[in-house]
């Protein structure tokens, strides 16, 4: 069966600009959840999603950060106004419960 | 300090060795994750444990709660087995992982 899809693979776009990335979890997966890793660094938690809902957005670094998940599937993760220290590899994992995460490929920003 | 540490930060092993590497935490936790980490960036969950031992092929995971310490342990090291080794920790049903910062494992031929 497929598993987690995450587009675009590869993102570049300029200081200042909008951007959103896309999760499509695991059929049936109810949790979904994003990470960031930045480069030489490791992974750091961004939201978790529980079906739409988000009981955790403890990691989103500014306001400029947001996220939404619609009929328990797709979630769009969107960076408004990147800044270059927003480069990074975006990962989205899901799980069914409290239960393995799988992860999808990621989707590599670059802010110039 | 972290609340996931891991050792050593790089590790190099020749091909057919015996490794082990160490991951110790600082919370409460429902479960241990190792995750493995290739060149390309992609991420496989290898193990979830909350106690004891598990095993699959060549890779066995050992957790000991009292002493919040985990292992991991690869027999007959390959090459292919080169990759980033993550442990993460989550404290509660349905939580977010929290990562320590990985260990780059060579394996040479």
């Known amino acids: 069966g497929a598993g987690v899809s995450q587009s675009p693979s590869n993102k570049v776009t300029e200081k200042g600009k909008d951007v959103e990335l896309r999760c499509d979890p695991i059929s049936g997966h109810t949790a979904l959840y994003w990470y960031r890793q930045r480069l030489g660094q490791g992974l750091e938690f961004l939201i978790y999603?529980?079906?739409?809902?988000?009981?955790?957005k403890s990691g989103l670094p500014s306001d400029r950060f947001s996220a939404e998940r619609t009929g328990e599937s797709v979630s769009t993760l969107t960076i408004q106004r990147t800044q270059q220290e927003d480069s990074a590899v975006y990962l989205c994992a899901s799980s069914r419960g409290p239960e393995t995460q799988y992860f999808g490929p990621g989707t590599r920003l670059l802010v110039l | 300090k972290n609340e996931v540490e891991q050792s050593p930060q790089n590790l190099t092993a020749q091909e057919g060795e015996f490794i082990t590497i160490n991951c110790s935490y600082s919370?409460?936790?429902?479960?241990l994750h190792w995750l493995q980490q290739h060149p390309g960036g992609g991420i496989v969950s290898l193990f979830m444990?909350?106690?004891g031992k598990k095993k699959h092929g060549r890779l066995i995971a050992t957790i000991n709660i009292q002493e919040k310490h985990s292992s991991l342990h690869i027999t007959a090291s390959h090459p292919r087995d080169s990759a980033v080794y993550i442990c993460a920790v989550q404290t509660g049903a349905n939580s977010k992982l929290t990562f320590g910062k990985g260990i780059t494992l060579s394996v040479r031929p």
């Open positions: 444990l909350s106690s």
């Open positions: 919370v409460g936790i429902s479960a």
């Open positions: 999603f529980q079906g739409n809902s988000a009981p955790d």
